[in-house]
């Protein structure tokens, strides 16, 4: 089955482009012009992929990109701007975007960034965990959801996908700078942005964030996941 991509683009003459370049390459495509459309059809129909414009005349692709991730919204996101800034690259990330690029765009250069954004996802025993639970906690994964003892837990997106990553390899040491490639989509050495959202998940999901029974540290390697905790 081919991958299904959504293309949100108000530009009737880039979406050709886009439509054309993907079908090309064997992807099943979808275009919503503006972000309510972009917003039923994910909503009514399921992607492996949104390819998202911010500079929408509706809703703007930071305030879309962020209601996608609010509905459980997993799909990778990889946004198209005009916008050269840093900030706002930055803020589009923050929202729950995987990957971005600057128009003009070169062509092959955006199938690349989508294969790797597919490959990734797909290669990933995280995307078929649907629902887990452990001790008094259940989380849906699929609609983005979690409880402990029966009440509702706001997870952020990127808690749920690393929460996902984490219990999919439970047993296993995931090093920090692994789950910086494939949570966070980039390499680097400064590692502090995992210790800060594992913190967080354990004071939303442990009963003692201090002395954590489910995500533990395996210490100068990185986390783990003990599903009948410790």
């Known amino acids: 089955m081919h991958p299904r991509i959504l293309i ?3 530009d009737p003459n880039v979406a050709l482009v886009l439509y054309d370049a993907l079908s090309a390459e064997g992807y099943a ?3 919503a012009a503006n972000g309510q459309r972009a917003i039923e059809a994910v909503t009514a129909r399921s992607f492996d992929l949104a390819l998202l414009d911010i500079g929408l005349p509706d809703k703007d692709g930071f305030t879309v990109c962020d209601e996608f991730r609010r509905k459980g919204m997993l799909m ?3 946004l198209l701007t005009a916008r050269a800034e840093p900030d706002d690259k930055v803020r589009g990330l923050r929202m729950g975007a995987d990957d971005y690029v600057t128009k003009p765009f070169h062509v092959p250069e955006l199938l690349a960034r989508i294969e790797a954004l597919l490959r990734r996802t797909q290669t ?3 995307t078929i ?3 887990y639970r452990f001790g008094d906690v259940f989380v849906d994964f699929y609609r983005g959801r979690a409880t402990k003892k029966g ?3 706001e997870l952020t997106t990127k808690e749920i996908v690393l929460l996902r990553y984490l219990i999919a390899r439970r047993g296993l040491v995931v090093t920090r700078e692994e789950l910086l490639t494939e ?4 390499q680097s050495t400064n590692t502090r942005t995992v210790d800060v959202h ?3 998940l354990r004071q939303k999901l442990e009963d003692n964030p201090h002395s954590p029974h489910y995500v533990v540290t395996s210490r100068g390697e990185g986390y783990q996941f003990l599903p009948d905790g410790v």
């Open 8 to 10: 949100v683009e108000d």
């Open 124 to 126: 990933s025993p995280a």
């Open 76 to 78: 990778p996101i990889l």
């Open 151 to 153: 009440r509702p837990v």
């Open 29 to 31: 495509t979808e275009h």
């Open 129 to 131: 965990l649907v629902e």
């Open 183 to 186: 949570v966070w989509g980039y």
């Open 198 to 200: 594992v913190a967080t």
